[in-house]
């Protein structure tokens, strides 16, 4: 479980600051309106920020559990 808390903050910290930012207030719970002041961003606009944030977290999440190739041979 430690290695998937520490999978997770890694990835977290290759995105981009707004959307690592979004990602872990949405993830403490903090409400829509608060996580967009603080983004300065219009309400409306949060749930794309999000989504685009959660593809680009998946892409960071599934680099580290893919072994690293070696000596590939085709």
Do not use: C, F, W
């Not at 999978?7 to 309106?33: F, I, M």
């Not at 961003?41 to 680099?63: F, M, N, S, W």
Request: charged letters at 30%; proline letters at 5%.
């Amino acid at each position: 479980m430690g290695e998937d808390i520490n999978a997770y903050e890694a990835a977290l910290r290759q995105l981009p600051e707004a959307h690592s930012l979004a990602l872990r207030l949405k993830g403490a719970g903090v409400a829509d309106e608060v996580v967009s002041g603080y983004l300065h961003i219009e309400p409306e606009g949060l749930d794309t920020l999000l989504r685009v944030a959660e593809q680009k977290l998946a892409v960071e999440l599934h680099k580290r559990r893919l072994p690293t190739p070696r000596n590939k041979v085709i």
